[in-house]
């Protein structure tokens, strides 16, 4: 597919108007059938290519212009799903999430921002392959964007269970944000924030009724702000 547009004199402007119009062609082929399956059927028939994550790219943008989020979502997150180790998969589910926000979705865009950390934090496979001492500059490019990322979806989870802790006043809510903020802390240990994030989790440990381990992290608190 891609090969016939690499070669020859064709600006690099027009090879990419072409590519995008054959990506957006055979998307709507897929999006005839059955979608975000066919493409994996289609890939496992005739042979894996570089370019199958633009071709699910495509259809998820196809469906987002159709205003189905659920769909375009499902699209990328199939991806996610069959490509588990691809440089692409945390952006594509970062996009699945916010597609399904668009369509205000709130508990399945609360679902999918789970589903991210599970694919992709710090115990994850993903973050074995590519965050690795002698890393390429592709494997550390990618392992930057997954910080960035990973980082934004932890904070976004721990305040948002924070948020409904508050209201509750249910004790296993508080435990559910002290939850994602430690793994928040041990996952970013030198972020600048750290202080502030380690204060919320002895809080929420505090109002859980975890007394012993409120102290410790009110302890670390007192230590660091000393050195």
Not at 42 to 51: E, L, S, V
Not at 77 to 87: I, K
Not at 101 to 119: K, M, P, V
């Amino acid at each position: 597919l891609e090969n016939s547009f690499v070669s020859g004199n064709t600006s690099s402007s027009v090879q990419h108007a072409l590519l995008s119009d054959t990506y957006r062609a055979a998307s709507l082929s897929f999006a005839h059938l059955d979608g975000a399956q066919s493409i994996e059927v289609f890939f496992n028939t005739h042979g894996k290519r570089f370019y199958e994550y633009k071709i699910y790219e495509s259809l998820s943008r196809h469906y987002l212009q159709q205003e189905r989020y659920n769909d375009a979502a499902s699209t990328l997150e199939h991806f996610v799903n069959t490509h588990p180790l691809d440089a692409h998969a945390p952006a594509f589910q970062t996009a699945a999430i916010n597609a399904l926000r668009s369509g205000g979705f709130d508990s399945l865009t609360l679902a999918a921002t789970e589903r991210y950390i599970t694919y992709f934090d710090m115990h994850s496979p993903f973050w074995s392959q590519y965050h690795v001492t002698a890393s390429s500059p592709e494997q550390q490019k990618t392992a930057d964007a997954l910080n960035t990322e990973l980082k934004t979806h932890l904070s976004t989870l721990s305040t948002h269970y924070h948020d409904v802790a508050q209201t509750s006043g249910n004790s296993e809510d508080y435990q559910r944000a002290a939850h994602w903020y430690r793994l928040l802390l041990d996952t970013f240990p030198d972020d600048a924030q750290n202080l502030l994030t380690r204060q919320l989790l002895a809080e929420s440990l505090l109002n859980a009724h975890l007394h012993a381990d409120a102290i410790r992290q009110f302890e670390q608190i007192a230590t660091n702000t000393q050195t």
